[in-house]
T-cell receptor, first 115, second 116 residues
Framework: SAVISQKPSRDICQRGTSLTIQCQVD?????MFWYRQQPGQSLTLIAT?????????ESGFVIDKFPISRPNLTFSTLTVSNMSPEDSSIYLC????????????FGQGTRLTVV | QKEVEQNSGPLSVPEGAIASLNCTYS??????FFWYRQYSGKSPELIMF????GDKEDGRFTAQLNKASQYVSLLIRDSQPSDSATYLC????????????????FGQGTILTVHP
């Protein structure tokens, strides 16, 4: 399985600021995804990070708030923009190594607290 | 109806017992199913996946899939206190297509506690 490294692992940020989370995979992967897990909740998909093109966002998430980059097959970033306390969550990067019948693996997550 | 729904918890079982976790899903064509375990403060860890009807066994874990009834379950035999965690059921719909392929939809999770 691919090893996924995320950083930072946690951060405390002031409202109104932005934070960029990095996700590095140790091998080329077909798909990369960003999820959010709010306190006590399950995982919700924010967007699919597409290599070389704009990310595909899920309902309720927009590019202005969560800009995503994926410059190559092993790296992606998620920015949480103009943060408010409601953005306090764990943000998780996920990757698929194969196109068919693939199992998704997760990075260790970024625990974000907005004050 | 939610797309993926798990049996309400929390679930508490004694050590050595069988823990049964259930998940139902909306029928949207071909699907793949995954069970993740998440310890508090950690990221989800894949423990089982199943694509075909029937049972799939891996050590103490057995995944059961019944597509006609639209449910998937996870059995944990000889439960141990170290199995205490939140278990997440996830579904991937293969016909999502295009750049949506591969994404997972998660259930709300079931908290399992195995007490000595």
């Amino acid at each position: 399985s691919a090893v996924i490294s995320q950083k930072p692992s946690r951060d405390i940020c002031q409202r109104g600021t932005s934070l960029t989370i990095q996700c590095q995979v140790d091998s080329q992967v077909t798909m990369m995804f960003w999820y959010r897990q709010q306190p006590g909740q399950s995982l919700t998909l924010i967007a699919t990070a597409n290599q070389g093109s704009e990310a595909t966002y899920e309902s309720g998430f927009v590019i202005d708030k969560f800009p995503i980059s994926r410059p190559n097959l092993t790296f992606s970033t998620l920015t949480v923009s103009n943060m408010s306390p409601e953005d306090s969550s764990i943000y998780l990067c996920s990757a698929l190594q194969l196109l068919m019948q693939a199992e998704a693996f997760f990075g260790q997550g970024t625990r974000l607290t907005v004050v | 109806q939610k797309e993926v729904e798990q049996n309400s918890g929390p679930l508490s079982v004694p050590e050595g017992a069988i823990a049964s976790l259930n998940c139902t899903y909306s029928d949207r064509g071909s699907q793949s199913f995954f069970w993740y375990r998440q310890y508090s403060g950690k990221s989800p860890e894949l423990i089982m996946f199943i694509y075909s009807n029937g049972d799939k066994e891996d050590g103490r874990f057995t995944a059961q899939l019944n597509k006609a009834s639209q449910y998937v379950s996870l059995l944990i035999r000889d439960s141990q206190p170290s199995d205490s965690a939140t278990y997440l059921c996830a579904v991937r719909w293969a016909n999502a297509g295009g750049t949506s392929y591969g994404k997972l939809t998660f259930g709300q999770g079931t908290i399992l506690t195995v007490h000595p």
